[in-house]
């Protein structure tokens, strides 16, 4: 696009495996079309308080397989601030880059448009996060990761629980989204997912617990999905004791391991192919837009779609899970 000649990169808000290869994809995409690039560290908070690196070729070797990111992320307080973005904008100007991609959630993409909208830069973002709650796309950098973790760590639960007679809970991430939960759910032949798409429809867990195990299941699962508003696999857990004191309820809480761990396949690829259509969006005079996939091919998502959370759970999914447990 006329008069880019410089491309700042950051990573912002929660990590997610994948984010190395996106940045990898956009710092040699953009260098094969004659950019320079510039790494900018620990997200927003790097451009407010100029933490700004030169990006060459071989700064993204290595680097595909890695956990993280190698630019850091921080949330910033300042840049929710009008004084703070001034900051961050003038650090830019005084760096000459004149175009940025944005690699994070709902969070970043939020203040990225807000940024836009005030400096009139260019701002391409990539959909980073394991929760695959952006709105405009099949999926995000990092989900399949998460997922794969999580799967693995409930078919080790899976012994000990079938060695004892209990329920367990286990709670993932994914507090305004239950992919995370429903898919990892049907993948490990779980019981039941509770999901904060649901919370209001029905008592998941009476449900649950009045319909669901039959009685020649001695132990049964449940992927819970972190929620503010009904406590999660700890609050969950507590009712069971009070209302159906016959189980006895465990609770594991999966947490930040679901965050680390090398990239899979599926995201390595999902990254690169993201991170070189970023590019390919600001060549294009794209701006103001996320990267998405819808059916295998790239689409460019506004970012007020992108941050919506409409993207709604597949009702089917949820019956199967219920078929299969049977």
Excluded at 64 to 72: E, H, M, R, S
Excluded at 93 to 109: R, T, Y
Excluded at 291 to 314: L, S
Aim: proline share 2%; hydrophobic share 40%.
């Amino acid at each position: 696009m006329a008069g880019i000649k410089c491309i700042g990169i950051l990573t912002s808000g929660g990590d997610a495996p994948g984010m190395n290869a996106a940045i990898r994809a956009v710092t040699r995409s953009a260098i094969y079309n004659g950019f320079a690039v510039k790494g900018i560290m620990c997200g927003y908070k790097g451009l407010v308080f100029n933490e700004i690196v030169s990006f060459k070729s071989q700064s993204v070797s290595n680097i595909i397989q890695l956990g993280g990111t190698i630019l850091k992320t921080a949330r910033s307080q300042e840049f929710t601030t009008t004084e703070g973005r001034k900051a961050a904008y003038d650090n830019m100007v005084a760096a000459g880059i004149d175009a940025l991609v944005v690699i994070g959630g709902d969070g970043s993409l939020t203040g990225a448009g807000i940024f836009a909208e005030e400096y009139n830069v260019p701002i391409v973002g990539l959909p980073g996060t394991i929760d695959n709650d952006l709105g405009g796309t099949d999926s995000t950098i990092g989900y399949d990761t998460a997922l794969n973790t999580i799967v693995e760590a409930v078919d080790k639960l899976r012994d000990t629980a079938s060695s004892h007679e209990r329920l367990f809970f286990v709670e993932v991430m994914g507090h305004t989204a239950g992919y995370l939960a429903m898919n990892s759910a049907i993948a490990t032949g779980s019981e039941a997912a509770i999901i904060p798409e649901m919370e209001t429809e029905v008592d998941q867990l009476a449900k649950l617990i009045n319909h669901g195990f039959r009685k020649s299941k001695n132990s049964a699962i449940v992927i819970v999905a972190e929620n503010p508003k009904t406590g999660g696999a700890t609050a969950l857990a507590e009712r069971v004791k009070k209302e159906f004191p016959q189980y006895d309820a465990r609770v594991t809480i999966l947490g930040h391991i679901q965050r680390g761990g090398s990239p899979t396949a599926v995201d390595r690829i999902l990254a690169s192919r993201m991170g070189e259509a970023a590019i390919e969006a600001l060549l294009d005079g794209q701006r103001n837009v996320m990267i998405g996939t819808m059916n295998g091919k790239i689409v460019y998502v506004p970012f007020a779609k992108a941050v919506k959370h409409d993207k709604g759970i597949d009702r089917k999914d949820l019956e199967l899970v219920k078929i299969l447990s049977i």
